[in-house]
């Protein structure tokens, strides 16, 4: 790494968000042309990037840091390596053409400066997740991309169904990114590192820590909501409210492979454990079948290909969880494919919405003469989707078959379920690239023709690239696979791909039972959607409404909460305060069993004892008192007897303090009970007082307890001889005590100012509300006698 790479890296990782602060004056000055010269950011990326590819293909590594919170660990800090080089590329170079879609597809849309902000902002935030080293860091992008996608899936904010989508997508993958959190929490006090790259090099120690479980749940529960597996994969085909360069954009290389790229990223000191090669091929198992079919079932085009993703999702993971070497490899092949083939489809489902007037497949035909740059690119990349030579889908389909059928456990069983997912998804393949374009014309709402270069490059270029890369397959493997496997597995990787097949072997022979299966399934593709549409109406539930009952159980309980806890009413509220203020001081050295000692009794002399028989006394008073007037003037005993005892002990400057607080306090609190109309007495029942006198013993034993643990801890007396030394020389005041409380505790005392005038305030006002009550209850009783007087004249 030259001296100003990196430099240069945060400023690539850092680009997209200063794009976004550019993108809307952009458009106001240049309209949708203004994608031309903002797509310039992404390939800038795209390009730096691609320099690491070389060093990364030969092993090297490399890191960059800068400080950000040092107090608290975190920095600024990026590590570049096989895996997060080919994500970068992904983002980067697919987001070139995204941003350049997003110009032509929104074509004079009020909001299009505001939709490629956003969209600048996404890119960052995956950018950022991919590359961040720091895993305070890395968590703080992951969150990012959750809101960023809020705001893209709710861009069209007037819409129920988009702000539900958003919604909904925000509440699943940030409520996963919460327990990402506490996983990384634990793993940061497990290895003493957080940097990713440090914690990758801590070996078995996270494997074999007692908290491994913990941690692997913790961190499942980030990835799988990420990245849509079941039952959390919902909320990604209702993200298909979002405009469609969203949509390519967030199936393609970004947000949905977060948590494949986290469970990629923490393979090589999480994977490899009988939980981890247990849980991840089940669910990713079921997430591609529950996907595939749910996809077979859609007629939109959007849909289609979102349950498809769902599918190729679960695919990922079902691979990296069987930790084998070439079914990791297999999962390395997909992914990159699936980033091409998924972007580009999406692409021309838009293109053709755009075009069109609809994306009902069935409302679709004969669109190959009136969009054929479109046909091409669908054709190409269906194909590649479809898992046909000569592309980049084939050879990941056939690596991937060569990884589960060499499985040591579970061969069959994974095998069958791959060859199923793989067939239905050339079903969706061949329904994408064939069924808008082939047969007769079909009536559509707007006159179909080609759409616009901004349109079309993308789909084409991504298309090509899948062809490309198959046919340079040993390129392909060496700079951009072979590294990526080296991440994942922790040690170095020799990959070697070829697109023609050496030898008739099972993956091949797999491939052709892949296809011939999906043929027979495409030529009956209406009648298994009816089938697959009773099924699910039979079942009638789904995680999609148990979503919706789970918030609206959640806005219940608050309400009922709501209803207990804010009843309106001071006495309720002064004894829930206090009721926790006790627990939270006797419950820590209940459960710890860590009691301070009881103190001997001390030797008070006659005066002492007098001062604390008035204490009691005045307790005593307190309780019995008839009226609250005299309950009020009772307490301030407690506070005089205190100051007695502070003067006593040679405190005159505190106990001053003390005699004046009380003074003020017994004064205003008697004033104010003579003018606000309450009740002289105390008129509750026996068990609600009995409440209140609990948690009051439980309140005053508590702080009796933190005074007891305090005076037998041994004393420090720095802050004491801070105090008396500079009280003086700093201060220039003879009397420590004021000195601190007006100059090295003057923002705590201004403070405390404030408090008292705004409840002197609020009194004010209440006073006020009651004066006001009664002149009106009084205007109220003159007029009415005043009616009734006039009644006996007007009689007469």
């Known amino acids: ?118 969209l600048f902002l996404f890119m960052g935030a995956m950018l950022g997740l991919v590359t961040a080293d720091n895993l305070i860091t890395l968590f703080i992008f992951w969150e990012l991309t959750s809101i960023t996608s809020f705001l893209l899936i709710g861009f069209d904010h007037l819409r129920a169904a988009s ?5 909904q997508a925000l509440l699943v993958t ?58 959390f994969h919902f909320w990604l085909p209702n993200a298909m409210e979002a405009p469609t360069p969203v949509s390519a954009f967030l199936h393609s290389a970004t947000m949905v492979k977060a948590g494949v790229y986290l469970l990629m990223r923490v393979h090589p000191v999480l994977g490899g454990t009988d939980i981890w090669m247990t849980v991840l091929p089940l669910f990713g198992g079921v997430t591609l079948l529950v996907g595939t079919l749910l996809a077979v079932r859609q007629t939109d085009l959007k849909l289609m290909l979102a349950y498809t993703t769902v599918a190729s999702l679960g695919l990922l993971v079902m691979l990296t969880g069987t930790s084998n070497e070439k079914a990791l490899e297999g999962a390395v092949l997909y992914l990159f494919a699936h980033s091409l083939f998924k972007g580009a489809l999406f692409m021309v489902a838009g293109t053709i919405d755009h075009e069109a007037g609809t994306r009902d497949v069935t409302k679709l035909g004969g669109l190959r003469k009136a969009m054929p740059i479109t046909f091409a690119a669908a054709a ?49 393949a061949a329904a994408v690239a064939i069924k808008p374009f082939f047969g007769p014309e079909v009536h559509t709402p707007k006159h179909a023709h080609e759409g616009p270069v901004l349109l079309w490059v993308g789909p084409v270029v991504l298309s090509l690239t899948g062809l490309a890369a198959a046919m340079m397959a040993h390129t392909t493997g060496e700079l951009f696979i072979g590294p990526m496997l080296s991440s994942l597995k922790g040690t170095p990787a020799i990959v070697e791909l070829h697109l023609i097949p050496g030898y008739i072997s099972a993956p091949l022979i797999l491939s052709i039972i892949t296809v011939a299966l999906g043929v027979v399934l495409f030529l009956q593709l209406d009648r298994l959607r009816g089938i697959i549409a009773s099924i699910l109406a039979a079942i009638g539930w789904g995680p999609d409404r148990g979503f919706d009952q789970v918030v609206a159980a959640i806005v219940w309980i608050s309400a009922v909460v709501t209803r207990l806890l804010q009843g309106g009413k001071m006495q309720t509220y002064m004894v829930l305060t206090f009721a926790v203020t006790g627990a939270a001081l006797l419950l820590p050295p209940y459960l710890m069993g860590s009691f301070p000692a009881v103190p001997a ?103 009796a307890l933190v005074l007891m643990a305090v005076t037998q801890s041994p004393f420090d007396a720095r802050l004491s001889e801070f105090f008396t030394q500079y009280s003086r020389a700093i201060a220039h005041g003879r009397n420590i005590v004021n000195v601190i409380i007006v100059d090295f505790r003057g923002f705590d005392t201004l403070g405390e100012i404030a408090v008292v005038v705004l409840t002197g305030l609020a009194v004010l006002g209440l006073i006020r509300i009651q004066t006001k009550t009664h002149a009106g209850e009084a205007s109220a009783k003159t007029t009415k006698a005043a009616k009734s007087a006039r009644k006996p004249v007007e009689a007469r």
């Open 174 to 231: 940030g409520g996963g990114g919460l327990a990402l959190l506490a996983g990384f929490l634990l793993i940061i006090q497990i290895t003493g590192e957080i940097e990713m790259s440090k914690v990758l090099a801590s070996g078995d120690v996270l494997r074999g820590s007692a908290l491994y479980l913990p941690v692997f749940l913790l961190v499942l529960g980030g990835a799988f909501t990420k990245s849509a597996q079941f039952p």
């Open 1 to 118: 790494m030259t001296p100003a790479a990196p430099d240069m890296t945060i400023l690539a990782v850092l680009a997209p968000f200063a794009a976004a602060a550019i993108a809307p004056f952009a458009v106001r000055i240049l309209k949708h042309n203004a994608a031309w010269p903002l797509a310039l950011v992404p390939f800038l990326i795209f390009a730096h990037f691609a320099g690491f590819v070389s060093g990364v293909s030969q092993g090297q590594t490399f890191t960059v840091a800068r400080e950000w919170v040092p107090a608290y660990g975190v920095s600024l800090s990026f590590y570049i390596d096989g895996l997060s080089t080919l994500f970068a590329l992904l983002i980067s170079g697919i987001g070139t053409f995204i941003i350049l879609y997003a110009g032509g597809y929104l074509k004079g849309h009020p909001q299009q400066g505001r939709f490629l902000s956003f």
């Open 163 to 167: 702000r539900r989508a958003a919604l």
């Open 380 to 428: 190409l990349a269906g194909l590649s989707m479809a898992g046909l030579p000569p592309f980049i889908g084939f050879i990941a389909k056939e690596v991937l078959y060569y990884g589960t059928w060499g499985l040591p456990q579970g061969a069959m069983l994974l095998t069958v379920v791959a060859v199923i997912g793989n067939a239905l998804m050339l079903v969706i």
């Open 601 to 703: 009794w001390p030797e008070f002399r006659f005066y002492e004892w007098a001062v604390i028989a008035i204490a009691v006394l005045g307790l005593g008073a307190v309780l019995v008192a008839k009226t609250r007037l005299t309950a009020i003037v009772s307490l301030g005993i407690q506070g005089f007897a205190v100051a007695t005892l502070f003067m006593l002990f040679g405190a005159p400057d505190l106990s001053f303090t003390q005699f004046m607080i009380e003074t003020l306090s017994v004064v205003v609190l008697a004033l104010v009970m003579t003018r606000l109309n309450l009740s002289p007495r105390d008129h509750r029942p026996f068990g609600a007082k009995l409440v209140t006198g609990i948690v009051a013993a439980s309140v005053g034993a508590g702080f």
